[in-house]
């Protein structure tokens, strides 16, 4: 039997993972893959509280999470087409147009 | 040490070697293959926890539908290397630290209040994906109902985001 508190840590290290992928990368498509790394991690710490609780309710809002996850990855994938259509590169530091 | 143990220590080993290769690989591609490790490995914890149809969902929705997107769209644009610019002083100096610190506070807080949790003394009594299904369409079945609406209105905005602009 693991611990529950194993899958918490192991959950805060990916989102963690995530965040700083987040912040490092300059590629528009590896930081949206970040933003999924972060709601799997997400979805871990759901499935465990919902085992260690012995209810199902976390177990159906990960489902929740997975459905508007692939929503935004179909729109936010439009719009990396867009940005790159536009402005012929994938990296960020050419997307700035709202910087002062 | 008891097996289930060592299978969760090695799947968490891949969790985490796939999310800093995620990091580390220059190539988008090469970050997308190692997201997919990190998605089947957590579809074998969700498995290790008793929740077979999460896992099944995670498999097919995540491994399969998103990240076979995302490698058709890194194909599609036909993303090359990242390129070295100067690393943002934003970044190095603010960003990189406060995401360690968050990554601290995050594993602290469940370290300590993690512990009093129980653990379900039945798992497999649990997760039984009738039970998942019953809930879904009683206790949940707004927010089903909203998602299948959700999905309608990404399909549109995905089609009006990425059709060709016509000539005016």
Do not use: W
Request: charge should be positive; proline fraction near 3%; charged fraction near 10%.
């Amino acid at each position: 039997m693991v611990p529950t508190q194993y899958y918490l840590i192991l959950s805060a290290i990916l989102f963690g993972l995530g965040a700083v992928a987040f912040v490092v990368k300059r590629n528009i498509i590896t930081i949206f893959m970040s933003i999924e790394l972060m709601l799997n991690a997400v979805n871990l710490a759901f499935v465990a509280f919902s085992q260690a609780k012995g209810k199902l309710d976390g177990q159906v809002f990960v489902l929740f999470v997975i459905v508007v996850a692939a929503a935004e990855a179909a729109v936010g994938l439009g719009i990396i087409i867009l940005t790159a259509r536009n402005r012929r590169s994938l990296n960020i530091e050419r997307v700035d147009l709202l910087k002062l | 040490m008891t097996p289930a143990l060592i299978v969760f220590f090695v799947l968490a080993a891949l969790c985490v070697i796939g999310a800093l290769s995620l990091i580390l690989q220059k190539h988008p591609i090469h970050s997308a293959l190692s997201l997919i490790v990190v998605m089947v490995s957590l579809a074998g914890l969700y498995l290790l926890l008793g929740a077979e149809f999460v896992a099944a969902v995670q498999i097919i929705v995540y491994g399969g539908a998103i990240m076979v997107l995302f490698v058709f769209v890194i194909m599609l644009l036909n993303a090359s290397a990242e390129e070295h610019t100067s690393f943002s002083k934003l970044a190095k100096f603010g960003g990189l630290p406060l995401a360690l610190a968050l990554t601290g506070l995050l594993a602290a807080a469940m370290i300590r209040n993690g512990g009093a949790l129980p653990n379900s003394p039945n798992p497999d009594a649990l997760a039984s994906t009738s039970s998942i299904s019953m809930m879904l369409f009683s206790t949940f079945v707004y927010p089903f109902e909203l998602t299948s609406f959700l999905i309608l209105v990404a399909i549109m905005g995905a089609l009006v985001l990425a059709q060709r602009e016509k000539k005016a």
